[in-house]
């Protein structure tokens, strides 16, 4: 029987899940073992009976919340088709226990998924549902909610938007209990900042000409949302965040000619890359030697060669 004593060790273990993959994200060890922290739950939920319907309701929330970090390991693994699974199962899951925020989360997981395999207008579509979920949710939650959806908008290059629906992400986080009211799985978020510089940057790329006119203002404008995060989160550094953020923020640089933060930035990167096992991050990463190889007036330039082939090493590993 599943006693509200069982039910929080499932909890407990949720907890060391998420901490894993802030520390291992993108690890398939990290991966194998959420599946069968999942696999485990689940039969927890089909097979045992429960001491009262309170611990049951708890516990297929759980199983939602462990089902969403297990989906977002495995997208920064780049098993996609397994990690729409584990967000299918807990959308589901998130559904029978009536908990829209947590619907409106895992939607927006899917929005970052579907922006990730570069199906834009479904990420859209995806954040639109996200937004609905979260009407009567806290104000953290429709921030984040608002942040997806100006993702989208970004990565359709429609910067318009994107300016529009950040500023609405802002107006929520800025509630005064905002920070107070968080669930249990928004416990990251305490501001807005990396994120909207994220998003400035994704959406310049997306113009298809980042180093000129409206793009090029917007990289500068997302200058010190990125470096000001990661100045005051040094641990950050050393983490898949930390790296993600700093190679977007390399590429920015060189989309403006500042090659000296760009071999700076991304050079103090990659001392720490190999331990990352991000499949992200080395996307990101590949991209940036992409753009490095594609300046011709840069392929006798010996600081950026260094820099390429040590982009290689990483990269192929």
């Known amino acids: 029987m599943i006693t509200p004593g069982i ?9 060391s899940c998420r901490r894993l993959d802030d520390t291992e994200g993108g690890s398939r060890a990290a991966l194998r073992h959420m599946q069968q922290q999942v696999t485990e739950v689940a039969g927890h939920i089909r097979n ?11 516990t297929i929330n759980l199983w939602a919340q462990l089902a969403q970090t297990a989906g977002w390991t495995a997208m920064d ?12 199962t807990g959308l589901k899951a998130a559904h029978e226990t009536a908990d829209r925020a947590l619907t409106s ?39 984040m909610a608002a942040a997806r959806k100006a993702h989208a908008h970004a990565a359709l290059g429609d910067l318009t938007a994107l300016r529009r629906t950040t500023d609405v992400g802002l107006t929520f986080l800025a509630h005064p209990d905002a920070r107070d009211t968080r669930p249990p799985w928004l416990y990251w978020l305490s501001d ?12 310049a790329f997306a113009t298809g000409a980042p180093g000129t006119g409206e793009a090029r203002a917007l990289l500068a404008e997302a200058d010190p ?11 950050h550094i050393a983490d898949r965040d930390g790296l993600l953020h700093g190679a977007w923020l390399a590429r920015s640089y060189l989309a403006r000619d500042q090659l000296e ?10 001392q720490y890359a190999s331990t990352v096992p991000s499949a992200h ?8 030697d992409t753009d490095l190889a594609a300046r011709r007036e840069l392929r006798s330039h010996r600081p950026v060669q260094r820099l390429r082939a040590d982009l290689q090493d990483v990269t192929a590993g």
Request: proline share 1%.
């Open 7 to 15: 039910a929080d060790d499932i909890a407990a273990t949720v907890e």
């Open 48 to 58: 045992s009976r429960f001491s009262d319907s309170a611990t049951r309701q708890r």
């Open 77 to 88: 693994t780049g098993l996609h088709t397994r990690a729409h699974h584990f967000y299918a």
């Open 105 to 143: 989360h895992i939607l927006g997981c899917l929005t970052f998924q579907a922006i990730a395999r570069g199906q834009h207008h479904d990420a859209l579509a995806l954040a639109d549902a996200g937004i609905t979920a979260a009407l009567s949710a806290a104000p953290a939650v429709r921030a």
């Open 192 to 203: 807005l900042r990396v994120v909207t510089g994220q998003s400035y940057i994704t959406g």
């Open 225 to 235: 949302f990125i470096t000001g995060w990661l100045g005051r989160h040094a641990e």
């Open 261 to 270: 933060h760009t071999v700076a930035t991304a050079g103090s990167l990659l």
């Open 281 to 288: 991050v080395r996307s990101t990463l590949a991209a940036l």
